[in-house]
């Protein structure tokens, strides 16, 4: 039997929803599993977590200035020095920048392997955290990236396949497929855009391409699932057009919820600017269920989706208007391109996949942990 530890924010659901599959996987095959969640009282409501995963939230203190990472760094730390003794700990895999830096310098101390999937974009975070994670680095066992466009962003185009590689996001496709429905079925009109509120979503470029869509379909209802920052905002944009009859405001749902209201739909428009989307779980999601997709025309989207959406010019309205009224005048089409969809899903995004993927780097790694020596101790 081998202990597993992961870490990342409490609130991080979709990154615990990943790593939930690898969890229960692991658990399976005889294994400890351990959730250590960085909360920081800023971090929302917990997600459920699988049967016999032991799980430890450690609490640090509220950020208010830079300086204030170097204190939750500390107090995480040294819960998590604890943590990785106590139980013996064999593999410690990190994720977002925080508290991923906190995690890597806490494995090293504690001559531990650890794993670091980076799941967002280089150029999205701040200079701090950049400079954290590139000094961190050298203490990885391995790096994963979550996408090609990932990858690039990191300037690892070229990966050094000792200690880099490239693991896709996975989905349980037959799980979300439950929730399929027949198309003359589905809501006509219905719009369907599901994320957390803010700018660079691209929410408010939905919201305001729906004057121009009532003209062209009358019967048009655009439904939001999330929350976020820039709810109000976005409310406030609604009323200010004069589309409230037209506009649902959800909030958050169940993730069964969101599936059956994704089902229900006729289109699902993503209309993120790319600065900060590392994948788009929610694209592959909206194939597994298809569902026809209008998506920004930004890398990662191209990389996911390939032409089995419809995509617009980021930040563009009209051209965003313009396809989705393409959805509804060229159903043939739209559904051609689904069947096409879920098959790509199939092909590259299961989740069996991505989690016997890990699997197979955890064994590979933990084989020569004997043999594991770290960079500094080289000298």
Known sequence: MKTYLFTDRLGAHSIWSLLDSIAEKL?????????????????????????????????????????DLYLQHRVFSKELTVIIKQHNVDLVHTNFAIPAISARLTAQKCRVPVVSTQHELYGSMGRHLQLGLRWTEKICSHVVYISQTVAKSFAADNLNLNNESIILNGIDVDS???????????????IICVGRMMEVKGQ?????????LIKRQPE?????????????????????LCIEQHVQFMGWLSRDETMKT??????????????????????????????PIVCSDIPVFKEVAGDTSLMFKKGDSQS??????DIFENSS??????KQGKQRVLDRFTVDVMVDSYLNLYEKLLANKYKYKYKTDKK
């Open 27 to 67: 658990i399976e095959n005889g294994n400890k599993v351990i959730y250590c969640r960085f909360d920081d009282n800023k971090q929302g409501e917990a997600r459920a977590t699988p049967n016999a995963v032991l799980v430890y939230d450690i609490k640090v203190p509220i950020k208010k200035q830079v300086w």
């Open 176 to 190: 979300i497929s439950a929730h399929i429905k027949p198309v003359p079925e589905r809501r006509r009109h219905r």
């Open 333 to 338: 089409a739209a559904e051609s391109r689904c």
């Open 320 to 325: 965003l208007t313009d396809a989705i009224v």
């Open 262 to 291: 994704i089902a229900n739909s006729s289109v699902m428009v993503i209309p993120s600017d790319g600065s900060q989307e590392g994948f788009g779980l929610v694209v592959a999601e909206s194939l597994a269920l298809e569902i």
């Open 220 to 240: 048009i209802e655009l439904i939001f699932i999330g929350s976020g920052p820039d709810e109000q905002k976005l409310k406030n944009i609604t009323k200010k």
């Open 204 to 212: 408010h470029i939905l919201i305001n391409a729906v004057p121009k």
